[in-house]
């Protein structure tokens, strides 16, 4: 079985662009049990498929009210503006003020291949738009602004 683990920071996977999947199977169901073990170990609020070196259009968030996950998750519309701080476990001890929709309306596969929309606000909101992110290969070092950027990389220590 493949062995799933946390990427971090300069890893070139975390700049490459997932792939949609193409059938909700086993191996998807699999790689989400992965991805759930290895956020809740790391005391983490969402994980991208990226994050452990799989490029698929997957996944997985738990702000305390139970985990959710989503395949081929897809934004259809958003409302509203917020900035908060974020961290991102590819990141340790990065910290970001990022702009993000108050509330989107998210399209996507559950694990039985099902499809749903569903409508986030709050928190879930952010951590959804901040893990199709990184679908896309964007990190949140992004929405720094160029003056702090340098900063930011520096505190990484690479
Ligand atoms: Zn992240």
């Not at 569903?118 to 160029?146: C, F, K, M, W």
């Amino acid at each position: 079985m493949k062995k799933y683990e946390l990427k971090f920071y300069p890893d070139p996977v975390l700049r490459m662009i997932s792939s949609p999947v193409r059938r909700v199977n086993n191996t998807i169901r699999q790689l989400i049990k992965k991805m759930s073990n290895i956020m809740y170990n790391n005391k983490g609020i969402g994980l991208a498929a990226p994050q452990v070196g799989t490029l698929e259009r997957v996944i997985i968030a738990d702000i305390g009210e139970g985990l959710i996950s989503m395949i081929n998750p897809e934004i259809l519309t958003g409302f509203g503006e917020d900035y908060l701080e974020e961290g991102c476990l590819s990141l340790p001890e990065t910290v970001v003020n990022v702009k993000r929709k108050q509330s989107v309306f998210v399209r996507y596969l559950d694990k039985n291949e099902k499809e749903k929309e569903s409508e986030l606000d709050g928190l879930t909101s952010r951590v959804i738009q901040h893990e199709i992110d990184h679908l896309n290969g964007i990190l949140i070092i992004d929405y720094a602004p160029v003056s702090e950027r340098l900063n930011v990389l520096s505190n990484l220590k690479i």
